[in-house]
């Protein structure tokens, strides 16, 4: 079995991301993570994904929280 190493940084990155840490300062956090022109594309492609997932939450939260 062949370990390809770029898919497993992607899972890690997806693994570990602060994903119940709902908070503006969280999306700020992972804004300047991505700025990090270095970053893996496996990890910036990771973060990217969840870190809109969690602007879609945080929108919610506002929307329905009347």
């Known amino acids: 079995m062949r ?3 770029g898919d497993l940084v ?3 990155a997806s693994l570990v991301y602060p994903r119940y840490a709902v908070s503006d300062e969280t999306v700020a956090l992972a804004e300047q993570c ?3 022109p270095e970053l893996d594309t ?3 492609r990771s973060v990217s994904d969840r870190t809109d997932d969690l602007r879609r939450v945080i929108r ?3 929307s329905f929280s009347r």
């Open 3 to 5: 370990i390809r190493t």
């Open 10 to 12: 992607q899972r890690t």
């Open 34 to 36: 991505l700025g990090q």
């Open 42 to 44: 496996g990890v910036r």
């Open 60 to 62: 919610s939260r506002v």
